[in-house]
Nanobody
Framework: QVQLVESGGGSVQAGGSLRLSCAAS????????WAWFRQAPGKEREGVAS??????YYADSVKGRFTISRDYAKNMLYLQMNSLKPEDTAMYYC????????????????WGQGTQVTVSS
């Protein structure tokens, strides 16, 4: 089992920055891939960024603005979000697992409770 706890969400104006953090504990050695997903009201959960065996991947909508990173020594996952836009507003979730596809939710076994990001225009 792996436990994930996100933090760092909040409200920011368009153009601003936020850094999300995800603290991992438990059997993290079993995880092949770590990711951030987001879900806005009335929309499906969307893969934002993923890091792990085989490389790092980003959704087209965040390329050049968001950066995912992992500190293995501290068992932390981060998402640096710059140049935020109102359409980035969503609940952001940390995920871990051994998925077949990096930015698809199925295949990620472990999920955090989410942290809200709100971007105002």
């Amino acid at each position: 089992q792996v436990q994930l706890v996100e933090s760092g969400g909040g409200s920011v104006q368009a153009g601003g920055s936020l850094r999300l953090s995800c603290a991992a504990s438990g059997n993290t050695a079993s995880v092949a891939r770590w990711a951030w997903f987001r879900q806005a009201p009335g929309k499906e959960r969307e893969g934002v960024a993923s890091i792990g065996t085989g490389g790092t991947y980003y959704a087209d909508s965040v390329k050049g603005r968001f950066t995912i990173s992992r500190d293995y020594a501290k068992n932390m996952l981060y998402l640096q979000m710059n140049s935020l836009k109102p359409e980035d507003t969503a609940m952001y979730y940390c995920a871990a697992g051994r998925p077949l596809y990096a930015l698809r939710a199925n295949g990620y076994n472990y999920w955090g409770q989410g942290t809200q990001v709100t971007v105002s225009s």
